[in-house]
């Protein structure tokens, strides 16, 4: 049975990296071998270390399939073969970077990884490992971000099912939450705060403008009664008001939350996959009516005190370009700017 080569690599990231196709390959392979948690240079040493043996660590892989697959493009690979293969990826501990973000909270997010890009952030071992040494609680990690996760959304029921009701354990919990990812509380609390008792429904609209509508439901049980076959119990949901600490009133907290993970999610397909023709063209239009102006985009300070979608910086056009503040301008063509430096790429995501 063959052993992983082990390599440990220091990054000396200071910003946003850029891998070639190849490497986000190698790390694949290396994530799937369980180094998942190690950052993206030592990931790459350890695949290339193990390039000559990688058929006869099949077992060691942490998903079998998965890695079968991996092995079958990498020889396709070797063999100057396009591959078309999609590299998987997941966010990291993302809920709890939004709180962090919402609330310009600097020590969530130094713990969730938004701070410093040499440093592989895994939140829920950073929890376990402060709750542990400071509390003498040790608790395994899939029950730990269990509770970690369904407590940031406003559950109390998951906690107190790991660590046990009125507990010192759930109180050393929180108390490590506070330390570790002070956001995720308050945010949590803010948004189910915001409950409308008198509501048959709550909406909030996501910086690219699209709304989400979520109804407040109810459920009216009916007994229905039919010819010689007897009786049966028939549940119809119904619009309801509901007052806070009922059933179902803490949800806000999740779907914010959620709204907000799917706008992210549809910026990144807009700025990486986009129409260069479309693109280079209201960015020209941009520069032109700016110089109109004598606006110096260069020596121009933006205000970016409020979100700026990519979508409301592809609708402009000769007609409607009037109506667009000078500020807003060249903050789109600046963010257009920045999308051509890259070749348009396609980003599929299962949002």
């Known amino acids: 049975m063959a052993t992983i080569i082990e390599k440990e690599v220091e990054s000396k990231a200071t910003g946003?990296?850029?891998?070639?196709?190849?490497?986000?390959?190698?790390?694949?392979?290396?994530?799937?071998?369980?180094?998942?948690?190690?950052?993206?240079?030592?990931?790459?040493a350890i695949a290339r270390a193990n390039l000559h043996q990688l058929e006869e660590l099949k077992d060691e892989?942490?998903?079998?399939?998965?890695?079968?697959?991996?092995?079958?493009?990498?020889?396709?690979i070797k063999a100057g073969k396009p591959v078309h293969h999609v590299c998987h990826w997941d966010a990291c501990a993302s809920g709890s970077q939004i709180q962090a973000a919402l609330l310009g909270c600097k020590i969530t997010a130094e713990s969730v990884g938004m701070?410093?890009?040499?440093?592989?952030?895994?939140?829920?071992?950073?929890?376990?490992?402060?709750?542990?040494?400071?509390?003498?609680?040790k608790t395994p990690r899939p029950e730990l971000k269990s509770a970690i996760m369904h407590c940031g959304y406003g559950s109390t029921r998951t906690p107190k099912n790991v660590f046990g009701e009125g507990t010192p354990e759930l109180k050393a919990f929180y108390e490590t939450l506070d330390e570790v990812v002070?956001?995720?509380?308050?945010?949590?609390?803010l948004l189910i705060g915001c409950w409308d008792d008198n509501a048959t429904f709550h909406q909030f609209t996501a910086p690219d403008g699209h709304i989400a509508h979520v109804k407040v439901i109810g459920e009216v049980y009916h007994?229905?009664?039919?010819?010689?076959?007897?009786?049966?119990?028939h549940k119809v949901n119904v619009p309801t008001t509901k007052t806070l600490g009922q059933e179902g009133t803490k949800a806000l907290a999740p779907h914010v939350i959620h709204m907000l993970d799917g706008y992210i999610v549809a910026e990144m397909k807009r700025r990486c996959g986009y129409s260069s023709v479309l693109v280079q063209g209201i960015k020209d239009l941009i520069e032109l009516v700016l110089l109109s102006k004598d606006v110096d985009i260069d020596s121009y300070e933006v205000d970016e005190s409020n979100m700026l979608a990519t979508n409301y910086c592809l609708l402009i056009n000769e007609e409607n370009i009037k109506f667009y503040d000078v500020n807003t301008l060249v903050r789109a063509f600046l963010r257009l700017e920045q999308m051509l430096e890259y070749t348009s790429f396609d980003v599929l995501s299962i949002h």
């Open 16 to 44: 946003f990296q850029s891998w070639t196709p190849y490497e986000y390959h190698l790390s694949e392979i290396a994530c799937h071998l369980g180094y998942d948690k190690k950052n993206m240079e030592t990931r790459l």
């Open 61 to 76: 892989a942490d998903e079998p399939v998965m890695y079968a697959k991996l092995l079958q493009v990498h020889e396709e």
């Open 115 to 137: 701070i410093d890009p040499k440093v592989r952030k895994d939140l829920y071992t950073a929890i376990g490992d402060v709750l542990y040494e400071s509390h003498g609680v």
């Open 182 to 189: 002070p956001a995720q509380e308050v945010v949590k609390d």
């Open 223 to 233: 007994r229905v009664e039919v010819a010689n076959m007897g009786s049966f119990t």
